[in-house]
Every structure is written in C-alpha cells, then in structure tokens.
C-alpha cells in the first residue's frame, strides 16, 4: 500500500454517514398509518409498502428513460393494485410516494460525526462519494446538511461509472489533487466501496459493519472493519503510525 501517510479519505454517505435504512423504515411506517386511517386498508398497508421495499431494492434507474419521480411513483402503483386489484390508482401511487419521500429526508447527520469530520478535515481532504440516481443524492446532502463538511462531492450518478468502477476514484483523487495510493475509503458495502477501493488502488479500505455481519467467502476483503465510522480518527492514527514505523 505504499508508505505515504494519508492525505485524503473518502466516505460513503448512505449507512455511513446518515442512517438511510431507518429514515426509509420510518417513512414506510407514515404510509401504513395513511393508508389504514384515511383509506382503511387493514394488513393490505403493510403488503404494499413491503411490494415497494422490494422494488425499490431491485430498482434499475436509466435517466434516459424516466425520472425518478415518475419511476418510484410506478412502485407505488404497481404495490397497490397487486395487492387491492382493480384499476390503477396514479394520485394515490403519488400521495403514497411524496409522503414516504418527505419524511424519509428528515436525515441529519450527528452531531458526534460533524465533530468528527470538522476535526478530521484539519488534518486531511475529505471528499464524499456516493452511489445513486443525480436528484435522490442531492437531496439527502440537502437535507442532512452536510456540504460544508467536506472538500469536494461525487454523486455517482452524475458520473459515466458508479462505484466500484475505478474511473470515479481516479476522478475524486484528480478533484483533490491526490494519488490513489493517499487515499482511504470509509464506507458500509463490501461490493461497491470495498471493491472499487480495491479495483483502485487506494491505500486502506475501512468496512463500517455496524451489525457484525459475517460476509459472504466470495466477498472482497477489507483492509480493516470497525463498528462505527467514528473509530475511523483512532484507526487512521493507526495507519499513519505503522507508515512512520516502517518509513
């Protein structure tokens, strides 16, 4: 990994930085409760939201195509007439969607990671590199407030590749005016920013794997695993110390 002493480090936003999964759940929990007191559906509300989870979860996003309005509209209006039959319901599908839209951007980040950051960044370049469709990731940075924070952001869905494509590194490196090899990256998925750390060349991957999950053989292999993004100040020490060691 060469010995060069860390100069920049990179983070992933979503479950990384901002808890995405329990914003999602929560706003899933509004639906079910609009859907029960002002449509008076019973165990129906809970099927549809799951149908959406789903589909959200195998969600092929082609800008080209659609918007992304339009798209998560459709998983609402698909989930509901799967589940209640009949003709397809458009304004509900999108009082559904602006519902579990609004409350799910009630992210923030905490305050004990905005210290860690504003301390961090005196010492190295901090850029963020997240996954996803232009509008959706603009949004959460918006909402969570979290651009002062960092040097420079990369939303991979503004870019020709996503991670783990290497392209997107080398371009957050040229962006900070780094070298690979200077770089740590901090995120939660093992496909995506383990591998793209990896596929690039970066000098430390760091895993936040926050419920101890056992990773499949086939995954890639990170460089180190923490619990919390906020051991990431002790773990970085670590690395610049075993540079200087060995330098």
């Keep these: 990994?060469?010995?060069s002493r860390v100069r920049a480090v990179f983070f992933d936003l979503d479950n990384t930085l901002i808890d995405t999964a329990g914003a999602s759940r929560k706003g899933m929990l509004?639906?079910?409760?609009?859907?029960?007191?002002?449509?008076?559906y019973k165990e129906e509300a809970e099927i549809i939201c799951n149908k959406v989870q789903v589909k959200l979860s195998k969600e092929c996003f082609h800008p080209s195509n659609t918007c992304i309005t339009d798209l998560r509209t459709s998983h609402w209006e698909e989930a509901i007439q799967e589940t209640k039959g009949g003709a397809a319901?458009?304004?509900l599908a999108e009082e559904c969607y602006f519902l579990w839209k609004s409350?799910?951007?009630?992210?923030?980040?905490a305050e004990e990671v905005k210290a860690m950051l504003t301390e961090l960044r005196k010492e190295?370049?901090?850029?963020?590199?997240?996954?996803?469709e232009r509008q959706t990731q603009r949004?959460?940075?918006?909402?969570?407030?979290?651009?002062?924070?960092?040097d420079a952001i990369v939303v991979g869905g503004e870019q020709k590749e996503e991670k783990p494509a290497p392209s997107i590194f080398y371009y957050s490196c040229d962006l900070l005016g780094v070298q690979p090899g200077d770089c740590v990256m901090v995120g939660d998925t093992l496909e995506t920013n383990i591998q793209g750390d990896l596929n690039a060349g970066l000098k430390a991957t760091v895993w936040i794997n926050k419920n101890g999950t056992v990773p499949l053989k086939s995954s890639p292999t990170p460089h180190y695993t923490v619990s919390s993004v906020l051991e990431l100040p002790a773990l970085l020490h670590s690395i610049d110390c075993k540079v200087s060691v060995s330098a």
């Design 1 to 3: 990994m060469g010995l």
């Design 30 to 40: 509004e639906l079910i409760k609009l859907l029960q007191s002002k449509y008076h």
């Design 89 to 91: 319901n458009r304004k």
């Design 103 to 109: 409350t799910r951007l009630h992210m923030t980040l």
């Design 124 to 132: 190295v370049r901090l850029l963020l590199l997240t996954n996803g």
């Design 139 to 150: 949004e959460k940075i918006e909402a969570c407030a979290c651009q002062s924070y960092f």
